[in-house]
Structures are given as C-alpha cells and as structure tokens.
C-alpha cells in the first residue's frame, strides 16, 4: 500500500514495521503503545509434567541471532517512534524479562525520557512447568515521554476515578486474554500467542490520551490497540506483517462499536479547572460580599469583601495568602482551603469554578 504524507488514519497496515514507519510524516502523532517481540531465547520445547506441548512463542518473528542483532532491530524502530511521536508525545512498550531492561536503556540513550514502569500482574499467569525458576507472573511495561522537556498527557483523575477513588498505582492486575476475547484459528488454537487483555490498553490509553488522539502500534497483532482505541475514539495507525494476524484484526476491529461520545468525557484533573480569579466569582455574583468563609474544620474563618479579598481578624489579602496566613505555611491553596456553608455543609470554594462558562 502506497502512504502518502498523509496519516493513514484508522487502518491496519500489512507489512514491516520500520519500513513503514519510515513512510510516515514526522511528528504525527500523540501516543505509541509497542508490544514487540520479546526474544525469548526458547531452547527446544516446553513440555508439562504429564508430557503434553505446551503452546508457547516459536514463531520466526521472535528469534534474532544474538542480542546485537535485537538491539540493532530494537534502536531502529524505537528511533522511528521518536521520530514519529508529537514534542509532547508519550510512549508504551511492553515486555518480559527477556527484553525490557535492553529497550529501557535504548529507550534512554536515544533521549526519551521515562516516566514509570508499570507491572502487569497476571492473576491467571502459566505455571513454571519445570518446576526451576518462580513462576513469571508479570510483564513490565515502560511509560516515557519523547523527550525531557515534554508536557505528557497524563489524566490523573480518570485514573483515579477508575480506581474507586484511591491513586492509582504502577501495579495493575489483569488475567490473561482468555475467554471468548481471545481469538482462535480454525482448528481452536490461540492465534496469536501473546494477545494483550483489551482491560490493559483501555487503561493505557485512558491514561495517557484523549478523545481524537492519534495512537500508534508499530506490532500490531491481531488488532487490541486498535480495536480498544476504536471503543474510545482515539484515531489509530496500526502495522502487523503476519498476514493472518491483519486478517483477524481487520475483521475484529470492524465489529466495534464506538463508545457514545458523552461516555468518553472523563473526571478533569484540578490542573484543568478554569483558571479565573476568585474575584471574578464576587463580580458575577456566584459568592456574594460579606460571606463568611471556613477552613474545613470551622478553626479559622474570614470575610468576603467586595473586591474579592479576604478579612480574618488583622489580616486581609488574597484567598492565597489569607489562607497560608492563618496555618503559619508559606504557601496555600486557598481554592481548597476555604470552604462556604450549604445546606448545613461545607464544601470548598473550589465547586464555584464549575459554574461559571
């Protein structure tokens, strides 16, 4: 397929990686999530206690003769993303034991900048069979930006919200792909064998992009990024050069069906409330003159003047410093320090930023 300098938006791509993405204009898009081959180093088969073939990773595109060789093939395409990712674009890459310390000191040489490794812990992991190593429960993921100096996206408080309130942490725990999410060939088999769970990219991209953000898979598979950028109207750009794999993904991806728009509106960060002065609520009338104010437990209060300053007893100034004034601090944040009375509540000043357009 000939790509022009246009983005090729919302399409799976059947061919090599790296060469494609060389096809593709630079800075173009927001977000990459990369599940490349992890070089296991596989020596003979895998066989179960009750001598059965257990059904791991033996395709060609996960051997290279040595790890010069992975290293070389790792610097080329993590070079393209960089090169592909937007001044404040983050990426993912995803890998085992095997491989993820290699990526993470390429990822740093080449000037990303890295920002958290993320475990997968796998509630249902494969059990070490011979019985000579702990069972490899988890894959790491690394999250960095494109550069030092980026403004990453990083939606805090839908993180937050997804975790019933509490921070999330970089321990996420989801089972495997199995079930019916799982795709198989003709005869049963997993197709591919290493199909990342959609709850995983759902939380990445959820993450660490929006709503119309362009989201690159230079290791496509069978089309998870894809389908679940899809699901949360996120554009994507996806490659994969197993033609089976395209084949799958491309009928998989079909299949979805977009969230409706309201659904993809999440919690905003306090970053992204409305930076407006508190005066401009007195203005509007939101919070009328001669209001009396409290901290949350009702130990210090303070007058609402008619220019948007506070009095407490000798002090008068900003909510600012009214409030860092009052607990001896050197500085406050007086849009969640002070609260006003409702209902026989208190709730902070800061729901009134809300209200206004």
Request: charged letters at 25%; proline letters at 6%.
């Amino acid at each position: 397929m000939l790509i022009t300098a246009e983005l090729p938006l919302n399409q799976i791509l059947l061919g090599d990686s790296i060469r494609l993405m060389r096809m593709l204009p630079s800075a173009s898009v927001d977000c990459v999530f990369a599940d490349p081959p992890y070089n296991l180093q596989l020596r003979g088969e895998l066989r179960r206690p009750d001598d059965s073939l257990v059904d791991g990773v033996d395709e060609d595109w996960d051997k290279f003769s040595d790890f010069a060789a992975y290293d070389a093939f790792t610097r080329e395409w993590l070079g393209e993303c960089r090169r592909l990712l937007q001044k404040d674009g983050t990426i993912w890459v995803i890998g085992s034991y095997h491989n993820i310390f290699r990526i993470g000191v390429i990822l740093q040489d080449l000037g990303f900048w890295i920002l958290n490794d993320v475990i997968w812990r796998k509630s249902n992991p494969m059990p070490n069979f011979r019985g000579r190593r702990f069972t490899n429960a988890h894959e790491t993921m690394i999250w960095a930006a494109r550069q030092p100096d980026s403004r990453h996206k990083f939606n805090y408080q839908a993180m937050k919200s997804l975790n019933d309130d509490i921070q999330m942490r970089s321990d996420w725990l989801f089972p495997l792909c199995t079930g019916p999410e799982r795709l198989r060939n003709q005869h049963g088999l997993k197709l591919h064998p290493t199909q990342k769970p959609e709850a995983l990219l759902h939380r990445v991209l959820l993450a660490s992009t929006s709503p119309g953000d362009i989201v690159l898979d230079p290791f496509a598979g069978t089309g998870t990024t894809a389908a679940v950028a899809k699901r949360l109207h996120r554009h994507f750009v996806a490659i994969e050069r197993h033609p089976a794999y395209v084949e799958a993904a491309l009928g998989r991806v079909s299949a979805i069906v977009p969230a409706r728009m309201m659904g993809q509106v999440t919690t905003p960060s306090r970053r992204d409330a409305p930076r407006i002065p508190f005066g401009s609520l007195v203005e509007r009338g939101l919070i009328a003159a001669g209001t009396t104010l409290h901290d949350r437990s009702r130990r210090v209060s303070a007058i609402v003047t008619a220019d948007g300053s506070l009095i407490s007893g000798d002090l008068r100034g900003s909510i600012h410093k009214v409030g860092a004034a009052a607990q001896n601090a050197p500085s406050c944040n007086g849009w969640t320090f002070w609260h006003l009375e409702r209902d026989g509540k208190l709730v902070p000043i800061d729901v009134l930023r809300s209200l206004t357009p």
